[in-house]
């Protein structure tokens, strides 16, 4: 009888060092700052250090031991189940130090600029709730004299963090308001992800928000944080509203999305955004469409529950080694190959996501941006964006000479917080 | 039939003959012939592989190309366990005097086994990716080499496997249904998992 030294324990470990070492790689290669072990940026050599020490510390845990050198270890199967397991669990564990890490990063600037503005969290808003719009977020006396800026945030819980880190590092002798609309997506959706209801509440907040202020100052600055210039440009009347009403004398547009999302892939959200917030994020507006793979969930349980009986007894019969980890992981693939056969779920086509532009159609913003002669706009444009934005230089139209444009390959739409340099940059972009 | 066997015995003697010539050469044969060295380290390139593409095209391409290379795997294994029931080849330690630099296994030498799953990798991967194929070829060819020289394989038995992978790597791409339900759901959860997603910090 031959003898096996089997340790299933050691060499899912050394999988998953060593497929930790892979990950940390491809994600530099790929940057998905989102996926970044020790949060923040992505730093090339610091990347390849942990991988490499990664690497050499798996093949020397693994290798040191003579057990694993010459000796017959586990076989061919459970070798690829060692390596899956060791992938997947290297996969979960990127996942949790990158989200960890950020928000460890996070708390700690919160805690900065609480410091900054006197040890205690207040940033002096006040705060006016909009029902079922959002809320408007005050500081200052909003005077003719005054210098006043109106920040519109995106529609997610989150951005609440970064109003009060924007509240916090502005100069504090500048008016503020802010406007947080309610993160809702409604179920029923339009080509462009939002509803009717989204683009009228939208609407009513910047009109209560402008109502508020009451007398708009002239020197007044307008701040549009990422994807809310894409709502502004999904909602025409807010946008028209915002314009006629503000008119502001400078207009930053800070990392605005220029290409569509809904047709983006994860990888795309991995740039900036960490696994914890696409989680967050997910639940709230609608995720996978699971109804599309709802029939072939079924067709996989019913065709597991047939073939697991013989995939398991089959390997029992023959004495194969593992054969309780072979028949169930065996039945598990089989099944799901067969239900796929069996129920398709791309047999009735593609949605008709394809019909929908890549880019994002920001001419209107531009055309809007007429009715204010003497504003300036200044566009940056983010790391998440600038691969993008290289692609097609058509997204901005050239006839507009006072339209700036900024690549700011530092910033990172989903760690706008963290980003050491953003209140000196917002500063010189705003007023300077 | 007599002459291959003499050629590949007389092929086996040449490469075998160069172990224990030279410690620094035995020890590295010793670990690229270790049945888990080579493939995990394939392995985990092929981690590397499957999330590096260019673009969106690329990143497709290369998911198809790591399901294919999984089913090259499983379709050569079924071939080879199909040979080994019919063709019964003791190892080479079993008939002769050889330098022996590894452990005796006890399964049939005909074909490689490693040589296969190797080879599985190189052929898988070939179509989509040429230049990191290459890295797989150097791999399983100094494996395949290594298994000769410690005295556990013949060079037909590296023919046969390496044949083996080729035939089931090219079976995997003619018969496009054997992986297509793996690669299009990978596929279709990166590329559409953000549909709708507006995440931010």
Same mark, same amino acid.
């Given at each position: =009888? ?7 324990? *050691?060499?899912?470990?050394? &999988?998953?060092?060593? &497929? ?61 189940? $060692?390596?899956? =397991? ?31 503005? *006197? ?28 210098? +006043? ?19 916090? &590092? ?93 047709? *983006?892939?994860?990888?795309? $959200? ?56 072979? +028949? ?27 019909? =929908? ?19 300036? &706009? ?55 | ?56 095209? !690329? ?8 399901? !294919? ?27 002769? !005097? ?104």
């Amino acid at each position: =009888m031959e003898t096996f030294h089997e340790d299933v324990a *050691g060499t899912v470990l050394f &999988c998953f060092l060593a &497929c930790l070492g892979s990950l940390v790689l491809a994600v530099q290669a790929k940057g998905w700052h989102g996926l970044c072990p020790y949060g923040g940026r992505l730093r090339v050599n610091l990347s390849r250090a942990l991988a490499a020490a990664l690497f050499i510390s798996a093949y020397a845990l693994y290798f040191s031991d003579p057990q694993h050198r010459n000796v017959r270890n586990i076989e061919g199967f459970m070798s690829l189940v $060692s390596l899956v =397991m060791g992938a997947l669990l290297a996969l979960v564990f990127l996942a949790l130090s990158a989200s960890i890490s950020e928000e460890v990063r996070r708390w700690l600037v919160r805690a900065r600029y609480s410091k900054l503005s *006197g040890g205690t969290s207040q940033t002096g808003l006040s705060r006016l709730v909009v029902e079922g719009a959002g809320e408007i977020m005050l500081r200052g006396s909003w005077s003719v004299d005054a210098e +006043g800026l109106l920040v519109i945030l995106e529609p997610v819980p989150a951005a609440r963090r970064l109003a009060h880190v924007l509240a916090s &590092c502005l100069p504090s002798n500048k008016d503020l308001a802010m406007i947080l609309p309610l993160p809702r997506f409604p179920s029923k959706r339009n080509g462009d992800g939002i509803s009717d209801d989204f683009r009228e509440k939208f609407a009513t907040l910047i009109d209560a928000a402008i109502e508020r202020v009451g007398v708009v100052p002239p020197r007044s600055r307008l701040l549009i944080v990422g994807h809310a210039f894409r709502f502004l440009l999904m909602s025409p009347d807010a946008l028209r509203g915002l314009l006629e009403k503000w008119r502001p004398e400078r207009i930053v547009l800070l990392a605005p999305p220029l290409e569509n999302p809904s047709l *983006g892939s994860l990888a795309d $959200s991995l740039v900036s955004n960490t696994p914890k917030d696409l989680l967050q994020a997910f639940p709230g507006t609608g995720g996978l469409p699971i109804s599309r793979f709802r029939r072939l969930i079924r067709a996989w349980i019913i065709a597991f529950l047939l073939v697991f009986p013989p995939a398991l007894f089959l390997p029992w019969i023959f004495r194969a080694r593992w054969w309780f980890v072979s +028949g169930p992981s065996g039945a598990a693939v089989v099944s799901f190959w067969l239900a796929y056969h069996v129920r398709d779920p791309f047999r009735e086509g593609e949605s008709k996501d394809s019909s =929908m532009a890549r880019t994002i159609p920001t001419d209107s913003f531009f055309e809007h941006l007429r009715s204010v002669p003497s504003c300036r &706009c200044i566009m940056v444009i983010a790391a998440d964006d600038l691969g993008g934005f290289h692609r097609s230089s058509n997204t901005v139209p050239n006839e507009l000479e006072n339209i700036e444009l900024v690549e700011e390959p530092r910033l990172l739409r989903g760690k706008m917080s963290t980003w050491p340099s953003l209140p000196a940059r917002l500063e010189r972009w705003l007023w300077g | 039939m007599n002459w291959f066997l003499e050629l590949d015995y007389a092929l086996f003697k040449a490469i075998n003959g160069l172990a224990g010539l030279n410690a620094l050469l035995d020890a590295t044969m010793k670990g690229l012939c270790n049945d888990h060295f080579v493939p995990f380290t394939m392995g985990f390139l092929l981690v590397l592989f499957a999330l590096t593409g260019k673009d969106r095209r !690329e990143d497709a391409d290369r998911i198809k190309g790591t399901v !294919e290379v999984f089913m090259t795997i499983l379709v050569s294994s079924l071939l080879l366990h199909l040979v080994t029931s019919f063709i019964h080849r003791p190892r080479p330690f079993v008939e002769h !005097e050889v330098r022996l630099l590894f452990y005796r296994p006890t399964d049939w030498s005909f074909p490689s086994n490693p040589a296969t799953a190797t080879f599985s990798f190189y052929f898988a991967v070939r179509t989509y990716q040429r230049g990191f194929s290459r890295l797989f070829l150097v791999l399983a060819a100094a494996m395949s080499i290594s298994r000769v020289f410690c005295g556990v394989h013949y060079p037909g038995d590296v023919l046969a496997g390496i044949a083996l992978a080729a035939l089931s790597a090219w079976a995997v791409r003619k018969l496009d249904f054997l992986g297509k339900p793996f690669y299009r759901i990978l596929d279709y959860l990166v590329d559409r998992a953000r549909s709708r997603t507006l995440a931010r910090e």
